[in-house]
């Protein structure tokens, strides 16, 4: 089965709406990219400064293809100037996914 990666970003009130800009340009960054199932970037609703980054992929080595290749560079890997990162803090989170359900279907 799939295997989801989190990224777990620290983001100030002030930067928010950099941040939330930042993903909508990158549209298209990995949606492309073979192995790639899902996207989801989650904002917090109460008590909490940290979004969410959720992505799901086919095998744990689709997501290093696409971090050693078109990820790093839609992380700031590429030369170049590098505009100052919105989050403050970030981490990445690994899991498998071992159960699934979507609706039923009529």
């Known amino acids: 089965m799939s295997i989801v990666k989190i990224n777990?970003?620290?983001?100030?009130?002030?930067?928010?709406?950099?941040?939330?800009?930042?993903?909508?340009?990158?549209?298209?960054?990995?949606?492309?990219?073979d192995g790639f199932e899902w996207f989801e970037l989650l904002r917090p609703v109460e008590g909490t400064d940290t979004y969410l980054v959720y992505t799901r992929w086919r095998t744990e080595e689709d997501f290093q293809r696409w971090?050693?290749?078109?990820?790093?560079?839609?992380?700031?890997?590429?030369?170049?100037?590098?505009?100052?990162?919105?989050?403050?803090?970030?981490?990445?989170?690994?899991?498998?996914?071992?159960?699934?359900?979507?609706p039923k279907q009529d």
């Open 67 to 102: 971090m050693a290749g078109r990820g790093q560079a839609a992380h700031g890997g590429a030369s170049g100037e590098k505009p100052r990162p919105a989050a403050t803090d970030a981490t990445l989170w690994s899991f498998e996914v071992v159960q699934q359900a979507a």
């Open 8 to 33: 777990v970003l620290t983001v100030p009130a002030e930067q928010r709406e950099t941040l939330e800009q930042r993903f909508a340009a990158r549209a298209g960054a990995v949606e492309g990219s």
